[in-house]
């Protein structure tokens, strides 16, 4: 249908290097001198020992009980996630921690022979030693894990109550890879940090569906708009991202009370990439659109290449000193071979971004949008997950907050028999990293199915709300870039003219598909 929108409406316009001494590290990616590639929560605090914070999400939720009375430990220290990627050829491994680096030193040790479930596999089932050798802190982990043991008993003052003051905590990794017996070292840093560092921001990221296509369907789009607008506006969020806020764009806006800070609209189909960031009393800097180099379909796979689909970054002021870069994106829809394609070049594109931007000034990171791309679905030999999250350090809201940091495993989601569209690893998502001396914390994710006064749904996306703590820590870098607002060309009438042939040759270079289109539409 869309594809079709798109056509009808663009005629009628037309008519380093580490060392084994023992060293500390902040960074949530790393390779050691050997090549493990060590991943794990760049932060760890101490308020959290102390205070005893924790999420009210039930999967986080750990009690336990001593004889000072109940207490929790939160998911940030308990839960720890950590993965180690050793080398093809390794057989066993032993993982251990310390308080003070040299005595003391408790963890778990697993080899090949003994502990096969931890190795990749053949094609006759028998460990496979070519692969590297991915080992995450899973469920069934945990169970052989004295690391847990580590928060409950080793960090626990016996003697004086609470928890023994500590400011790092001590790694070695001790492995036996092609028969060489290799050790290496690693600390993580204990943060302080005061609750009056720590801010709330309500993120949400909605497609809100503003094809004008009223007329062919009888959608009442300019009404749509109008209720998506009151539902942002309502529910207190602090950051708003669209997709697909084109040609109704006033009706969006026209009910966003308190939604202060807006970035320049684009325009309308044709031209207008319906990209746009609001915030609540957060200024937005540094406004960038960037179109996608590859896109797939004019007539046919979605018509992607009809608008200039692709992202736009913001920076945007949290307060307190604390600024984010922000990235609202769209990428090709459809599942045809050339879609895929074009989806994993836009990945790519918009990853060499972020790593440029990230290597000028270091700060937190959110890229959300429409992905038109599951996890579950293995796209392009996980062509998300190596390029966004291996490669940039970003990670996923909804598989951190509700299925256990595990980018893999969703079998459990299947058995439930709901789609996973709007409900579950769906399209609409929420990728973040901590950066600048802020870490950046998923307190919450949840998808709504947004609807209008009547209870009917309003568009064919569900909205994505994650709600972000932004914790400063004694690591704090101050923002030195300059900052600026800009105002976006576009909308105007030569760029609109322009627009409108370039949408019109498109169209005419790929007639061959249009009975492919016809069909199609039945």
Request: glycine residues 6%.
């Given at each position: 249908m869309k594809k079709l929108i798109c056509l009808v409406l663009t005629l009628i316009m037309a008519l380093s290097c580490f060392s084994i001494i023992p060293f500390s590290v902040s960074a949530a990616s790393f390779k050691t001198e050997n090549g493990v590639q060590v991943e794990m929560a760049p932060f760890l605090y101490k308020s959290t020992l102390y205070q005893m914070e924790f999420p009210s999400h039930q999967s986080y939720e750990i009690k336990e009980k001593s004889n000072e009375g109940d207490y929790a430990i939160s998911r940030e220290i308990n839960d720890l996630a950590y993965t180690f990627i050793f080398p093809a050829g390794t057989t066993k491994i032993e993982c251990k921690v310390s308080l003070d680096g040299e005595n003391d030193w408790r963890g778990f040790t697993v080899n090949s022979t003994n502990h096969p479930n931890y190795w990749e596999k053949d094609a006759d089932g028998n460990v496979d030693l070519t692969k590297p050798l991915t080992f995450r802190r899973d469920e069934i982990t945990a169970e052989r894990d004295e690391y847990g043991v580590l928060y409950r008993d080793f960090l626990k003052d016996r003697n004086a109550g609470g928890f023994r003051d500590c400011d790092k905590i001590n790694w070695r990794l001790?492995?036996?890879?092609?028969?060489?017996?290799?050790?290496?070292?690693?600390?993580?840093?204990?943060?302080?940090?005061?609750?009056?560092?720590k801010q709330l921001v309500k993120a949400v990221n909605f497609n809100v569906a503003g094809l004008p296509?009223?007329?062919?369907?009888?959608?009442?789009v300019a009404a749509n708009q109008q209720a998506a607008g009151k539902y942002l506006s309502q529910n207190s969020f602090d950051i708003v991202a669209v997709q697909e806020d084109f040609n109704y764009h006033n009706n969006l806006i026209e009910g966003m009370d308190g939604l202060n800070y807006m970035t320049n609209h684009l325009g309308n189909i044709p031209g207008g990439d319906g990209l746009n960031v609001f915030t609540r009393n957060m200024p937005v800097y540094n406004e960038k659109?960037?179109?996608?180099?590859?896109?797939?379909?004019?007539?046919?796979?979605?018509?992607?290449?009809?608008?200039?689909?692709?992202f736009i970054y913001t920076v945007i002021d949290i307060g307190n000193g604390i600024y984010v870069d922000f990235y609202n994106l769209h990428s090709d829809a459809y599942g045809g071979a050339d879609s895929v394609a074009a989806r994993t070049s836009q990945f790519r594109q918009l990853a060499e971004f972020i790593k440029a931007r990230s290597a000028e000034n270091d700060r937190p990171v959110i890229v959300t949008g429409d992905f038109n791309y599951h996890l579950h679905s293995r796209e392009d030999n996980y062509s998300l997950y190596n390029i966004l999250y291996v490669e940039c350090g970003l990670k996923d809201a909804w598989v951190e907050y509700h299925n256990n940091g595990d980018y893999?495993?969703?079998?459990?989601?299947?058995?439930?028999?709901?789609?996973?569209?709007?409900?579950?690893?769906?399209?609409?998502?929420?990728?973040?990293?901590?950066?600048?001396?802020?870490?950046?914390?998923?307190?919450?994710?949840?998808?709504t199915n947004v609807k209008d006064d009547?209870?009917?749904v309003i568009s064919d996306h569900a909205a994505a709300e994650c709600d972000f703590s932004f914790i400063k820590t004694e690591d704090f870098i101050p923002n030195t870039q300059e900052l600026h607002t800009v105002t976006?060309?576009?909308?105007?009438?030569?760029?609109?003219?322009?627009?409108?042939?370039?949408?019109?040759?498109?169209?005419?270079?790929?007639?061959?598909?249009?009975?492919?289109?016809?069909?199609?539409?039945?």
């Amino acid at each position: 249908m869309k594809k079709l929108i798109c056509l009808v409406l663009t005629l009628i316009m037309a008519l380093s290097c580490f060392s084994i001494i023992p060293f500390s590290v902040s960074a949530a990616s790393f390779k050691t001198e050997n090549g493990v590639q060590v991943e794990m929560a760049p932060f760890l605090y101490k308020s959290t020992l102390y205070q005893m914070e924790f999420p009210s999400h039930q999967s986080y939720e750990i009690k336990e009980k001593s004889n000072e009375g109940d207490y929790a430990i939160s998911r940030e220290i308990n839960d720890l996630a950590y993965t180690f990627i050793f080398p093809a050829g390794t057989t066993k491994i032993e993982c251990k921690v310390s308080l003070d680096g040299e005595n003391d030193w408790r963890g778990f040790t697993v080899n090949s022979t003994n502990h096969p479930n931890y190795w990749e596999k053949d094609a006759d089932g028998n460990v496979d030693l070519t692969k590297p050798l991915t080992f995450r802190r899973d469920e069934i982990t945990a169970e052989r894990d004295e690391y847990g043991v580590l928060y409950r008993d080793f960090l626990k003052d016996r003697n004086a109550g609470g928890f023994r003051d500590c400011d790092k905590i001590n790694w070695r990794l001790t492995y036996i890879c092609n028969s060489e017996e290799i050790t290496e070292y690693f600390d993580i840093k204990l943060y302080d940090y005061d609750n009056s560092e720590k801010q709330l921001v309500k993120a949400v990221n909605f497609n809100v569906a503003g094809l004008p296509f009223a007329a062919l369907t009888g959608e009442n789009v300019a009404a749509n708009q109008q209720a998506a607008g009151k539902y942002l506006s309502q529910n207190s969020f602090d950051i708003v991202a669209v997709q697909e806020d084109f040609n109704y764009h006033n009706n969006l806006i026209e009910g966003m009370d308190g939604l202060n800070y807006m970035t320049n609209h684009l325009g309308n189909i044709p031209g207008g990439d319906g990209l746009n960031v609001f915030t609540r009393n957060m200024p937005v800097y540094n406004e960038k659109r960037v179109a996608w180099k590859d896109s797939s379909g004019i007539l046919s796979d979605g018509s992607d290449a009809l608008t200039p689909k692709g992202f736009i970054y913001t920076v945007i002021d949290i307060g307190n000193g604390i600024y984010v870069d922000f990235y609202n994106l769209h990428s090709d829809a459809y599942g045809g071979a050339d879609s895929v394609a074009a989806r994993t070049s836009q990945f790519r594109q918009l990853a060499e971004f972020i790593k440029a931007r990230s290597a000028e000034n270091d700060r937190p990171v959110i890229v959300t949008g429409d992905f038109n791309y599951h996890l579950h679905s293995r796209e392009d030999n996980y062509s998300l997950y190596n390029i966004l999250y291996v490669e940039c350090g970003l990670k996923d809201a909804w598989v951190e907050y509700h299925n256990n940091g595990d980018y893999f495993n969703m079998h459990d989601w299947h058995a439930t028999g709901i789609s996973s569209w709007g409900n579950w690893d769906s399209v609409e998502r929420f990728m973040y990293k901590s950066g600048g001396g802020v870490d950046l914390v998923v307190e919450d994710f949840r998808y709504t199915n947004v609807k209008d006064d009547s209870g009917k749904v309003i568009s064919d996306h569900a909205a994505a709300e994650c709600d972000f703590s932004f914790i400063k820590t004694e690591d704090f870098i101050p923002n030195t870039q300059e900052l600026h607002t800009v105002t976006t060309s576009g909308d105007s009438f030569i760029y609109r003219i322009t627009w409108i042939l370039k949408a019109l040759l498109m169209i005419f270079s790929d007639l061959k598909n249009l009975p492919e289109l016809l069909k199609e539409l039945g």
